[in-house]
């Protein structure tokens, strides 16, 4: 196994855009866009990070098809066939299920924050999601987090993110930097 896939899932307002914006700025200052198939992204040599990144309010793998799941695990499939290690970075809903999960052997950082944190987010960034949707969304991150008894790192200061923050950069960077014995 070559390749590490770190996944960032919550509900809406949790921070995942701001936390991968961040990744982006630190480990992807000379990149490249990608497409294989329906997955979309950039890359350099040691860092993936899956979905369309352009500014727009709902980036990410939120901007990939709806069938993109086939595509992508056999894209990191292929990854992990060659030589090198790689990491690949995944947030968001799109791909938020067990199987992709499973199949990828994903490190799962399931993010959340209080009630109160999450409304001035909503509120602050003039979000038009329904609370139809927006519960849709915690009733999924519930169900996977009780099912599967996954822990939350909770999001709802900038000490909170940046402590996020630093141990998903601390993964990665030690991830490539170890010697590879394949």
Known sequence: ???????????PATGKTTLFKRIRERLFAQCSEFKEGKVRGIENEQYKMLGVFDGSTFEGTDRLSMTVIDDAIDYIRRLDQEPGRKVVFVEGDRLFNFRFLQETRA??????ASPEVLAQR??????NQTETFLQSRR?????????YRISRAYNNTPEDAEKIFQFIIKTAEQWVGECTTT
Request: proline fraction near 0%; hydrophobic fraction near 45%.
């Open 1 to 11: 196994m070559t390749t590490k896939v770190i996944f960032v899932a919550g509900v």
């Open 122 to 127: 909503h509120k602050k960034r003039g979000d």
């Open 139 to 147: 009733t999924k991150v519930e169900n996977f987090a009780n099912k």
């Open 107 to 112: 490190s799962l950082i399931l993010l959340d």
